[in-house]
């Protein structure tokens, strides 16, 4: 449930293993060679299987758990030749719902690894989510240490103690426990007092000897150093603590327990830091707060049904049959990101800045007209990032400099911090949407990001629960949306794309995410005539297991991903009659490929095998901004060529 996107391993029934890389060791010997003997913290096994697919029917993969385990010998073997004192294995598989077979497997392996190497100490990796109802079997497992996030499920500690006694501990002096008090995937400042209490409470019942303070999980999530932001406002930045002060909080909190001598100071600072916090009026708004409080059930719906609105917005836009358009984005050229540093270095003017901008509009316009698409977008050259760019105009978001972390692979991302409450001071997109649409008399789409993803990409505020403050966002993109139809575009598409990531782990608390999520999108686009045609674009496929509540989010239209997966997506639609209008996209944008007309109507054809063609868009399955001119330019000749090759085989001769 983070933004932290992995390469899914994808195995077949034969799938064989063997130890490839010895980057693990050879980083273990780096940091003993500089004196500092470290733990290696490797992907457990289960959680290898399980994060994965399987690529053939007829097996599941934790069946090739026999096949693995080895591979796991042979490393750990590697690492006991080196003398490691403690390996940490991440099973945050635990965190999800296994069934018996899947955890039977997790308990044996476990056993046969640690029988194997019984003067290793064995650390139980798990965050995000707490053990629930596996706590138990796990706990009479052989690990020297087990971790838990107490910052997601603070009430496990609780559970813990009370099974505590009851186990029939495979340790001869009991287990030691990692207690994740400090926050590894957001960047508030710990609250001492608070964690004094648990650490307490723990070290009551388990010993002071067995009670390790920790990150609830990897600082992978935050970025580095706080030190290095100068700009930030000072109040704010006095909240705030990054990976290198987490963990300078280990160490205080250390302190503290052990009664240092500055323990009382480093208290007090804290207190101080946290009081200003709670208090502060930067944070808490009443306008806001009472607009919150103002919204009724109406807010989060439509004036009519999709039926009679696709009737009305036929009528008004007059478009075609499976009309095309695109996801938002043009490439973001070398030189559109020059500008934009330029004018953050001050060495152009606003207005050249604004008018050099303006100028990519036009050209996308007239592109755009002379491709035949249908409805047609501005480009957003204007933006730097789909997230930052709205915070940027929102009141109670806050940026840092060099606060990066890594999304996937070499690819990082700069979250915007949101601390408090949320207010849209004037329109944020009007005017582009305006401009463009004064370029030319097709309907130019606006494009908004929706209150999810907001959510979902930013460093959200943890003083009140994360749907509530989706509903501030979404009564600021509500805002937007009436001031884009009220300057007369009568077509606006809400981007979530992170909605899914914000799944919790376990099924069993998916709905009532979906419920808040899903109706703090419809609070967002709710607040327009029937006329007015709300899109809402969604990336990265396996909607399958959710496809009733994007349903219910009663966009008239949406695009999602699914050209990579060859529209494995669709197979949602066989059994669930999608309502409304639907552009499953027809190429895949992350390649620099440039499909075949004849390959996109292969694809629009198994469309039309599970949806109304009345219903049926022709767009790319993304935003093009990371690709160039010349292959954005063919493929979309290719996409409007296969939608009228299309077109002409439902036309009905006069
Ligand atoms: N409108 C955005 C774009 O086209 C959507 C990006 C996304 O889905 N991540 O770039
Ligand atoms: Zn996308």
Redesign the pocket.
């Given at each position: 449930d983070t933004n932290y996107h992995y390469i899914v391993p994808e195995f077949h029934a034969d799938q064989a293993f063997s130890l490839l890389s010895h980057k693990i060791i050879n980083e273990y010997k780096e940091a003993k060679n500089a004196g500092i003997d470290t733990k290696p913290v490797i992907i457990g096994p289960v959680t290898f299987l399980l994060l994965g697919k399987e690529k053939q029917a007829d097996f599941h993969r934790i069946e090739l758990i026999g096949n693995l385990l080895p591979v796991y010998h042979q490393l750990i073997k590697e690492l006991d030749e080196l003398n490691v004192q403690y390996i940490q294995f991440d099973e945050p598989c635990l965190g999800t719902e296994l069934d018996a077979r899947e955890l039977a497997a997790f308990v044996a392996a476990y056993q046969e690894l640690k029988k194997a190497f019984p003067h290793i100490r064995f650390i139980l990796g798990n965050y995000f989510e707490c053990y629930g109802q596996h706590l138990r079997t796990i706990l009479e497992l052989p690990f020297d240490i087990f971790h838990l996030d107490l910052v997601r499920c603070p009430a496990q500690l609780d559970d813990l103690i009370e099974l505590y006694p009851a186990i029939n501990w495979a340790q001869a002096k009991g287990p030691k426990f990692s207690l994740g008090v400090i926050d590894g995937r957001n960047i508030w400042k710990n609250n001492y007092e608070q964690s004094l209490i648990i650490l307490q409470k723990a070290v009551a019942c388990f010993g002071i000897d067995n009670v390790l303070i920790a990150a609830s999980c990897s600082l992978l999530h935050v970025p580095c150093d706080l030190d290095s932001e100068h700009k930030l406002d000072p109040d704010i930045k006095k909240w705030l603590s990054f990976a290198r002060q987490k963990i300078s909080e280990l160490g205080a909190l250390s302190a503290i327990m052990s009664g240092a001598p500055n323990a009382g100071k480093l208290l007090t600072e804290n207190q101080l830091a946290i009081q200003s916090r709670g208090g502060s009026e930067k944070i808490h708004k009443s306008a806001v707060k009472a607009a919150v409080a103002a919204i009724t059930p109406a807010y989060a719906s439509r004036l009519s049904a999709f039926a009679i609105r696709q009737k009305k917005q036929q009528q008004h836009l007059n478009l075609p049959l499976f009309p095309t358009t695109?996801?938002?984005?043009f490439p973001q050229t070398t030189d559109v990101r020059q500008l934009r540093a330029q004018l953050k270095k001050g060495t152009i003017s606003e207005e050249a800045y604004t008018q050099a901008i303006q100028e990519a509009t036009i050209q996308a316009i007239r592109l755009q007209e002379e491709l035949d698409i249908d409805v047609l977008v501005h480009g957003?050259f204007e933006r730097n990032d789909?997230v930052e760019y709205f915070g940027e105009q929102l009141e109670g978001y806050a940026f840092s400099a060099f606060g990066w972390v890594q999304s996937y692979g070499t690819r990082c991302v700069k979250p915007p911090i949101l601390f408090g409450d949320i207010e849209r001071k004037q329109p944020m997109t009007v005017a582009w949407s305006k401009f463009a649409q004064q370029q030319t008399t097709r309907r130019v789409k606006g494009?908004l990001t929706g209150p999810i993803t907001m959510l979902q990409w930013s460093f959200v505020r943890d003083d009140q629960p994360r749907s509530h403050t989706a509903l501030q966002l979404a009564l600021a993109i509500r805002g937007e949306v009436m001031d884009l139809e009220a300057a007369g575009i009568s077509i606006i598409?809400i981007?979530e794309?992170a909605i899914r990531e914000g799944l919790p782990l376990r099924k069993e608390n998916w709905a009532a995410y979906l419920k808040w999520a899903v109706g703090a999108f419809k609070i967002s686009a709710s607040g327009v005539r029937d006329e007015t045609q709300i899109h809402t674009?969604?990336?990265y496929s396996e909607f399958n297991d959710i496809i009733e509540h994007i349903a219910a989010m009663d966009a008239d239209v949406i695009t999602i991903e699914t050209s990579r997966s060859q529209m494995e997506l669709l197979d949602a639609f066989v059994q669930f009659n999608y309502p409304s209008g639907i552009g499953p996209g027809v190429y895949d944008i992350h390649s620099p490929r440039v499909p075949s007309v004849e390959e996109i109507e292969t694809l629009l054809d198994k469309a039309l095998l599970v949806l109304p063609a009345t219903n049926l868009w022709v767009n790319p399955d993304?935003?093009?901004?990371t690709r160039n001119w010349p292959e954005t330019r063919e493929a979309l000749e290719h996409m409007v060529q296969a939608a009228k090759a299309l077109r002409a085989k439902f036309e009905v001769p006069a």
């Open positions: 695109t996801i938002g984005s957003e789909m494009m598409q981007d794309p674009h969604m990336c993304c935003g093009l901004k």
